[in-house]
């Protein structure tokens, strides 16, 4: 049975960064992935999909974009470029094609079995993505027999659609662009709207999350928000990654011929019902949007910042005058559901008692509760940040440290034994 200090679960760009830092620190370690590096990217992700992040926002340890568009926004496949050279550059022991089957507590560790051979290890970082299947509501079993149903992870192009009219359910930032796609291929769009966060795609000139990277909100810490688990789980931010830096929202979407209806609230006898709530969510998402642009404009005026245009307010969201509130799924308008309502990990594998009732990962900034077990590239780990690339290189930086002061402490001791 081959033996290492730690295991790395997952070659993505966390997985990486992950092996990055540990290495620094001359801790031996293995990445077992499944598939090949970026194995999400190439495999869950539609033709069109671009990075949300500009392009000069893509940092890991050790690395940074390297190309002649630093204000673009890549595509899946150069994702899987670049996460195939920061691999190369650092040297990571990535081995692919072999897939974790179990994790479990053994002496003074773990024994991580796959379907290759097993491994004693004293730490075990699961860095396999928080995006690792489709969340779908279980109210998708009453959909009438007849409509084709697909998920962001599914969903390739709108030529793989049945004609007919296409319901999206979900207007964050999957929703809002593949409402966009399938609607400028022709097809009459629906629009389920539930919570959602409104973000422009520049302000004041400038990229939108160039403002919030500058004025610190992107590195605002887990420890410093009043509510985390809120914060883990608002939904994505509105934006889509394009040449010209288009903003897509509900006014955008609307404007075109997209119609806007509220939240799925159920399907019964064939029909799908909606929530009266679409004049509610969408004035509280205006609402925040309006507080994150005086943060930002606060900032500016207190660091003197000038290099951008004067302030801007945006048009509250339109809201129409009367939705409807049911839509009869069995008369032939609607042909397809894609159900964009968001991803949650698969950690099936993990037989280690770190879960909540509603089976729910529990760690307190990518630390649980059993020494030398961590987790790495959940929303707002660490940061507000963490979700996105650059937010790895910081968080696996504070959880090498953390795994260091573990490993010092005697085999099967924890933290709290050795202070």
């Known amino acids: 049975m081959p033996k290492v200090t730690t ?12 092996s990055r830092c540990l290495a620094d620190r001359s801790i031996d370690h293995v990445i077992l992935e499944r598939g090949e590096t970026a194995n999400s990217w190439r495999t869950q992700r539609w033709d069109s999909l671009r990075l949300l992040t500009p392009n000069w ?12 568009e630093p204000d673009g926004y890549m595509t899946a496949p150069q994702v899987v470029q670049l996460i195939d050279e920061y691999a190369g550059v650092t040297g990571a022991p990535v081995r692919t094609r072999t897939t974790v089957t179990s994790v479990r507590p053994a002496d003074g560790g773990y024994l991580v079995g796959t379907d290759q051979d097993s491994w004693e290890v004293r730490a075990v970082v699961l860095a396999s993505g928080a995006c690792n299947t489709a969340a779908v509501p279980v109210l998708h079993e009453s959909v009438p027999a007849g409509i084709t149903m697909l998920t962001p992870m599914s969903y390739r192009t709108p030529g793989q659609l049945p004609e007919g009219g296409v319901l999206v359910v979900g207007a964050s930032a999957s929703g809002i662009q593949i409402a966009d796609e399938v609607h400028r291929s022709g097809r009459a769009v629906t629009l389920a709207v539930g919570e959602h966060v409104r973000m422009p795609r520049s302000y004041r000139g400038l990229d939108i999350l160039w403002w919030m990277d500058a004025s610190g909100v992107l590195d605002e810490r887990y420890d410093e928000v009043p509510d985390i688990v809120r914060a883990r789980n608002l939904p994505s931010m509105q934006l889509v990654g394009s040449a010209n830096r288009v903003t897509i929202d509900l006014n955008a979407l609307s404007g075109m011929g997209v119609r806007l209806v509220g939240r799925l609230a159920g399907v019964r006898d064939g029909h799908a019902q909606f929530s009266g709530s679409l004049p509610n969510l969408c004035a509280l998402a205006d609402l925040k949007l309006g507080r994150l642009l005086d943060i930002l404009d606060g900032w500016a005026d207190g660091t003197g910042f000038d290099g951008g245009g004067p302030p801007e307010r945006f048009a509250s969201t339109e809201v129409p005058s009367s939705p409807p509130l049911a839509l009869d799924l069995r008369n032939g308008e609607i042909r397809t559901i894609i159900w964009a309502t968001g991803f949650r990990p698969d950690l099936s594998w993990l037989d280690v008692p770190v879960f909540n009732r509603k089976g729910q990962l529990i760690h307190d900034g990518g630390v649980t509760a059993w020494p030398g077990l961590y987790v790495l590239g959940m929303p707002f780990l660490r940061r507000r940040k963490s979700s996105l690339i650059d937010g790895a ?18 085999a099967g001791r924890g933290l709290s034994a050795c202070s």
């Open 7 to 18: 295991v790395v679960i997952g070659a993505g760009h966390c997985g990486l960064a992950m």
């Open 57 to 68: 926002l893509t940092r890991l340890p050790g690395y940074s974009y390297r190309g002649v």
């Open 393 to 410: 290189a910081a968080d696996a930086f504070d959880l090498t440290a953390h795994l260091a002061a573990y490993l010092a402490c005697p």
